[in-house]
């Protein structure tokens, strides 16, 4: 009985999926020589010869297929962070947990539904420090019917970016005898870029606006302000909250909110 019950939810489910949405990427992941800090040149990174990487838009019940070439030197896995994988963990990208990885020169398709949530999350390589090297994008849900308490939405996301790779960074520390202290990150990246080439956000006054704000840094902190105004927090972590007014926002790595 307990059998046909559990063959019941899966059809069920697949024929949800059915009539849901596609939306399909293709990945091909590999390195870029880059500078992406205006100073230092190094190997970051990038998917389809791009960096940064260009966030993902869905809308609440869409299925994502991405299709995933591993075009690097070592084994890689995708990750969609916040996503809960109910009955589908084999799709969760968690090198060595979930899976054993995508090997150089494979190919590997995720299928991630998103009937059951909405919100702001983020996809990263799940394999060593494939984050820390570049391999970091928004993921974004869209409810399915727009909110009415606002009028546009915009992603604004933080990445903490070094001077060199991770692995570097780590012989570096390693010879000073730092290993047990976190390498400290030198420059923040405002939607992919720094600081003297990212793009202003315009505001048309009587507009009411959702802020995407994301931390996806490796191991910093992420201090927001906005001198003059008040902030509505809306949601956490891709999760709706009970609105509440902040003057500032304090995000740890991989946290995101969303404030009015």
Known sequence: MLFLIWELLLLLNSAAIGFAERVELFWDIGRLNISRDGY????SICV??????PPVHVTQGDVLVLNVRNSLDVPTAVHAHGIYHNYTDYYDGAEMVTECGIPPGENFTYIID???QAGDLWIHGHVHSQLTDGFRTPFIIHEKVKPTTYDKDEVLYFEDWNERTFEDMVAIDAKLKLANIPPLYRTML??????NTSKSLHFEPRKRY???IMSLSTSSWIKFRMPGH???????????????EVDGLDLGPGQRVSII
């Open 190 to 195: 405002i939607n992919g870029v720094n600081a």
């Open 48 to 53: 389809n010869n791009a960096v940064p990487i």
């Open 230 to 244: 008040t902030m509505h927090v809306i949601s956490k972590d891709g999760v709706e909250a009970v609105p509440m």
């Open 114 to 116: 998103t009937t059951t």
């Open 210 to 212: 959702r802020l995407r």
């Open 40 to 43: 230092n040149t190094w190997d």
